[in-house]
């Protein structure tokens, strides 16, 4: 996780403790409970920015020096043939879910020999 996150949850659960002990408190004095509300809003504003962060997407593009011939890719278990975009990268390794059997499986290139 990142540290901007974990400073995050750590103030929001700073805040949300102190708007229950606020709450708790505004038996003595009503003024109190106004605060607390302000202290609940802040922590779930905070709580809700946090939540509505998305990753950041990384593209990787490929350069290939020389001629290349390109296959039309065959699932290996249903022999469907595969969308070329639907490759993605994991863990490192190109691979490809096929979308008629289900079946998940890495792209390799063949030796040329």
């Not at 102190?18 to 905070?46: C, D, K, M, N, Q």
């Not at 190109?94 to 008629?100: L, M």
Request: with cysteine; aromatic share 14%; charged share 15%.
């Amino acid at each position: 996780m990142d540290l901007k996150v974990i400073a995050g949850y750590v103030v929001a659960a700073i805040l949300l403790f102190f708007g229950i002990l606020f709450a708790l408190a505004s038996v003595y004095a009503t003024t109190r409970l106004y605060v607390s509300i302000l202290f609940f809003a802040a922590a779930f504003g905070i709580l809700y920015y946090i939540m509505k962060q998305r990753p950041v997407q990384i593209t990787q593009k490929l350069e290939v020096p020389g001629e290349f011939m390109v296959k039309a890719l065959k699932c290996p278990n249903c022999s469907a043939t595969l969308d070329v975009k639907q490759i993605k990268i994991v863990d490192g390794v190109p691979s490809v879910t096929c979308s008629y059997c289900g079946h998940t499986f890495e792209v390799t290139e063949e030796p040329k020999w």
